[in-house]
């Protein structure tokens, strides 16, 4: 059983930055590519930016040169760097640990003047 646990969410100005982290419990982390997906209010979960085991990233067209995944496999964790937030960014943003069916509980992101 894994548990995944996000935090760093919060109300942001528009053009400020925020930094998302997701840690993992258990010993499987390294192996697994992860990924963070959002869901805006009446829209579907989609798919922000995948980070391979090997460290290979993927970016939804939305996110790109704004967003940078990373992570850190002796903390078991994967970050979000989030930078010139735009209100269109405002969503619940989870990690998921691809080819698994571990999703975290989500952590609110609000991108509001």
């Known amino acids: 059983q894994v548990r995944l646990v996000e935090s760093g969410g919060g109300l942001v100005q528009p053009g400020g930055s925020l930094r998302l982290s997701c840690t993992a419990s258990?010993?499987?982390?390294?192996?697994?590519?992860m990924g963070w997906y959002r869901q805006a209010p009446g829209k579907q979960r989609e798919s922000v930016a995948v980070?391979?085991?090997?460290?290979?990233?993927n970016y939804v067209d939305s996110v790109k040169g704004r967003f940078a995944i990373s992570r850190d496999n002796v903390k078991n964790t994967v970050y979000l760097q989030m930078n010139s937030l735009k209100r269109e960014d405002t969503a619940v943003y989870y990690c998921?640990?691809?080819?698994?069916?571990?999703w975290g509980q989500g952590t609110q992101v609000t991108v509001s003047s």
């Open positions: 998921k640990m691809l080819g698994s069916t571990y």
């Open positions: 258990g010993s499987s982390f390294s192996r697994y590519a």
């Open positions: 980070i391979s085991s090997g460290g290979n990233t």
